[in-house]
């Protein structure tokens, strides 16, 4: 039987090797002359969702019911809890680095990666080497009249359009949260709508059309992962969202870092201005290099034919390069290739994009 892509594990001498004369001989990601317009049109947007509802909800249910959430679909309801700091997110976004698609302190970088994300959300029943890209012509109501277990007339007269895309209000999926009879759907529902209104948010008070597309493949056994990341690349290099850190202490897998982080205590009162004057002062040594919860002892580098890991979201694609933050698993640095990284990102609207998948 032919080996799964996760089978095939190198050593790190190998792939040093391997990627410092790969960069040598291909050349770096950026052109010469390349400089980031990033700077230049920094704004932030911290808009968030009414997630009150979705919390009142939560607190509802029965045991029976979220442990069967927990068991489909990981840690997800402690990002209801998560409070954004948008002083710091504002500050963190004049760091990040569209073409390497990292944060760049002074000579340190730092990423969220995919072993990091899978830890953080616990997505328990996923295929990590099943991943998600764009199904072509499947049609929104019936994605809907799957995950809901509601008729054709129900989900026809819920679809709306918002700009170019076709969503549906939380207002209807709350009624068959908290009404339908088969418990498995109320679940599954609820579940959407914590990807359409906190992971993958578009219109205020609606769940996107390409939300449901992912979603629908999670039956499957689809990682998520993949698409989150590259959607928080995507969102980063349009200068929206960052990342934060916890303190260490020693984790078993069982741990669950996101109820940690929803209950360490946490300062709102220092201004964008004073994070921007920490962040710039930050030294190598004080930088705590790998996350203290992740267990992980292999990592993804490069996938087929690509020197890097390419990333399909739910709207578009990106690529970033795990090799550039190999100090984060407590590795020794080297060069990473980097050779086409800056030119990978596209949106699924641009012409020819599915060639390009």
Request: aromatic letters at 12%.
């Amino acid at each position: 039987m032919e080996r799964g892509f996760l089978d095939k594990v190198e050593d790190n001498t190998a792939v040093r090797i391997w990627s410092e004369t790969t960069q040598r001989e291909k050349g770096d990601s950026l052109a010469e002359g390349y400089e980031s317009e990033l700077w230049d049109f920094t704004r932030i947007s911290v808009t968030q969702n009414n997630l009150q509802e979705l919390k009142e909800i939560w607190s509802q249910l029965n045991e029976e019911d979220r442990r069967l959430f927990y068991s489909d679909y990981g840690d997800l309801p402690y990002l209801l809890d998560m409070k954004v700091d948008k002083h710091l997110f504002r500050a963190f976004a004049q760091f990040w680095n569209p073409a390497y698609s990292c944060f760049t302190f002074g000579k340190v970088d730092l990423v969220p990666t995919i072993e990091e994300y899978m830890a953080l959300l616990r997505c328990s029943k996923s295929q990590v080497d099943r991943i998600y890209s764009k199904a072509a012509n499947v049609p929104f109501l019936r994605r809907l009249m799957n995950i809901t277990g509601m008729s054709e007339h129900w989900v026809t007269a819920q679809i709306k359009q918002k700009g170019d895309n076709k969503c549906i209000s939380w207002r209807n999926l709350k009624d068959v949260v908290l009404v339908h009879p088969d418990v498995k759907k109320r679940v599954d529902v609820f579940a959407l709508c914590l990807y359409g209104l906190v992971i993958f948010p578009r219109a205020l008070g609606h769940i996107d059309e390409a939300v449901t597309d992912l979603f629908d493949r999670l039956d499957n056994g689809v990682t998520p992962v993949p698409a989150i990341l590259a959607e928080t690349f995507r969102s980063l290099n349009a200068c929206r969202r960052a990342v934060d850190k916890v303190s260490y202490r020693v984790f078993s897998e069982n741990y669950s870092p996101l109820k940690k982080i929803v209950g360490t205590p946490r300062r709102d009162d220092i201004s964008m201005e004073k994070w921007m004057a920490i962040l710039q002062s930050l030294q190598e040594e004080d930088i705590e290099w790998r996350a203290p919860w992740l267990l992980p002892d292999e990592i993804l580098y490069r996938c087929g034919d690509f020197d890097w890991v390419p990333l399909l979201g739910i709207w578009g694609a990106v690529g970033y390069a795990p090799l550039l933050v190999l100090r984060q698993y407590r590795s020794r640095q080297f060069i990473p290739a980097t050779q086409g990284l800056a030119g990978c990102e596209f949106a699924y609207e641009s012409d020819g994009y599915k060639k390009r998948i």
